[in-house]
C-alpha cells in the first residue's frame, strides 16, 4: 500500500495567522485533489490540481503542486474558525485508476 | 437535491451481528464507493462499483460485501461484525474513479460501534 502522509497531523492557531499543511508521497500523482471535512459530515472538494508546480487560489486559501507531481501544499492566510476541519489530500497515482486519500490534518482556528 | 444519502446515522452492534448500511445517490453516477474512516488514517476504500451490477474490492474489503442491482443504491453489508469494524464510514459517487481528477461526492457518514 502506498502512503500518503499529511503534516501536521494536528495543528492549533490563533485567529488571523497563517499556516501550511503538508502533503507528501514517494510516488507520482496523475493530479490532486484537496477535501476538507468539518465534523459530523463528509469531505467536501476544495480543489484539484493537474499539472506540476500549479498553483491556484480560492479566496485565503492556496494550493500548489510539486514540481515532480509528488507533494503538494495548502497556504492559509489570515485564518478564521471558519477554517477548522480535517483537511485531506487525495490523488489517484500515476497508472492506478483510484483515488489513495492522506492520513490528514486537523486544523483548530482559536477565536 | 439530495446529493448522497446513507442511513442509519449512527448504529451500535454487537459481536457477530450483521446489518446493512444504505447508501443512495440522485446525481445518476455511474461510480460509487465506500470508505472506512479511522483516526489517523484517512480514508480508505472497501468497495466501489463502477456501474449497475459491477462491483470490485478496494483496499479493506474482508468482512464487507456490496451489491449495486441500480444505479442510485449502493449498500455494504457487515455479514460478522467484529469490534475491528467500529469506525465511520462514508459511501460516495462520482463520475469517475478519480484517474482524471474526477470530484467525490460524500454522504454524511455512518457511526459504528462494534461491542
Known amino acids: 500500500t502506498q502512503l500518503l502522509e499529511q503534516s501536521p497531523q494536528f495543528l492549533s492557531i490563533q485567529e488571523g495567522e497563517n499556516l501550511t499543511v503538508y502533503c507528501n508521497s514517494s510516488?507520482?500523482?496523475?493530479?490532486l485533489q484537496w477535501y476538507r471535512q468539518e465534523p459530523g459530515e463528509g469531505p467536501v472538494l476544495l480543489v484539484t490540481?493537474?499539472?506540476?508546480?500549479e498553483v491556484k487560489k480560492l479566496k485565503r486559501l492556496t494550493f500548489q503542486f510539486g514540481d515532480a507531481r509528488k507533494d503538494s501544499s495548502l497556504h492559509i492566510t489570515a485564518a478564521q474558525p471558519g477554517d477548522t476541519g480535517l483537511y485531506l489530500c487525495?490523488?489517484?497515482?500515476?497508472?492506478?485508476?483510484?483515488?489513495?486519500f492522506g492520513t490528514g490534518t486537523r486544523l483548530t482556528i482559536i477565536p | 437535491n439530495a446529493g448522497v444519502t446513507q442511513t442509519p446515522k449512527f448504529q451500535v452492534l454487537k459481536t457477530g451481528q450483521s446489518m446493512t448500511l444504505q447508501c443512495a445517490q440522485d446525481?445518476?453516477?455511474?461510480?460509487m464507493s465506500w470508505y472506512r474512516q479511522d483516526p489517523g488514517m484517512g480514508l480508505r476504500l472497501i468497495h466501489y462499483s463502477v456501474g449497475a451490477g459491477i462491483t470490485d474490492q478496494g483496499e479493506v474489503p474482508n468482512g464487507y460485501n456490496v451489491s449495486r442491482s441500480t444505479t442510485e443504491d449502493f449498500p455494504l453489508r457487515l455479514l460478522s461484525a467484529a469490534p475491528s469494524q467500529t469506525s465511520v464510514y462514508f459511501c460516495?459517487?462520482?463520475?469517475?474513479?478519480?484517474?482524471?481528477?474526477?470530484?467525490?461526492?460524500f454522504g454524511p457518514g455512518t457511526r459504528l460501534l462494534v461491542l
Open positions: 446525481m445518476n453516477h455511474e461510480y
Open positions: 460516495a459517487s462520482s463520475t469517475g474513479q478519480g484517474a482524471r481528477g474526477e470530484t467525490q461526492y
Open positions: 487525495a490523488g489517484p497515482y500515476f497508472g492506478n485508476e483510484k483515488l489513495t
Open positions: 510516488s507520482v500523482f496523475s493530479s
Open positions: 490540481v493537474v499539472t506540476g508546480g
